[in-house]
């Protein structure tokens, strides 16, 4: 069964910075791509970033470029989220997802962790 | 990177049929047959309905079906069911492995 554990939610101040982390079994990590989608509080979903297999590639929404670093450690089964300079307009549920780009479609999620950026 | 446009809400009673739509643009819904829908419950994650338009995973019953024409995706409901409530999302590949979502559409069973 595929399971997807997301941590390191939590209050942080504008201007701060947060590492999300997502622990992954019941796959073979290093054979797919994985995200982060967000999902501000009562709002809809919002794809952030994504990264190859290997770490080689990475690509994230305009809104975070810059600001927000997507890693993985194949070896950990573990992705990342570094973020830094947060916005209030970045508090939101953080998902960890799996891609299949065999079908251009995210096909497994986590159950989110919870930034809130605030003062 | 704009949202995929999508109806608010739409209601139908049990048994009844209900049918959302998406409207992207040619750079997204228009220009790939990379469609996915996702149903989310309150409080839950999003789980995956339909992908590339019009297949479904197994487990997702075959009251649950997908489209496409232009730059306009629909998701039809058949059969209504109470569990069928809940906040429903299109998804399209967007190019340089982006994906973007659409709006949000909230589904109510009378």
């Known amino acids: 069964e595929v399971q997807l554990v997301e941590s390191g939610g939590g209050l942080v101040q504008p201007g701060g910075s947060l590492r999300l982390s997502c622990a992954a079994s019941g796959f073979t990590f290093s054979s797919y791509w994985m995200s982060w989608v967000r999902q501000a509080p009562g709002k809809g979903l919002e794809w952030v970033a994504n990264?190859?297999?290997?770490?080689?590639?990475?690509y994230y929404v305009d809104s975070v470029k810059g600001r927000f670093t997507i890693s993985r450690d194949n070896a950990k089964n573990s992705l990342y989220l570094q973020m830094n300079s947060l916005r209030a307009e970045d508090t939101a549920v953080y998902y960890c997802?799996?891609?299949?780009?065999?079908?251009?479609?995210?096909?497994?999620w986590g159950q989110g962790t919870l930034v809130t950026v605030s003062s | 990177q704009s949202a995929l446009t999508q109806p608010r809400s739409v209601s139908g009673s049990p048994g009844q049929s209900v049918t959302i739509s998406c409207t992207g643009t040619?750079?997204?819904?228009?220009?790939?047959?990379?469609v996915s829908w996702y149903q989310q419950h309150p409080g839950k994650a999003p789980k995956l309905m339909i992908y590339?338009?019009?297949k479904r995973p197994s487990g997702v019953p075959d009251r649950f079906s997908g489209s496409k024409s232009g730059n306009t995706a629909s998701l039809t409901i058949s059969g209504l069911q109470a569990e069928d409530e809940a906040d429903y999302y299109c998804?399209?590949?967007?190019?340089?492995?982006?994906?973007?979502f659409g709006t949000g559409t909230k589904v109510t069973v009378l």
């Open positions: 040619s750079s997204d819904v228009g220009g790939y047959n990379y």
């Open positions: 997802a799996r891609d299949d780009w065999v079908w251009a479609t995210i096909d497994y």
């Open positions: 590339d338009v019009s």
């Open positions: 990264i190859k297999q290997d770490g080689s590639e990475k």
């Open positions: 998804c399209s590949y967007a190019g340089s492995y982006s994906y973007v």
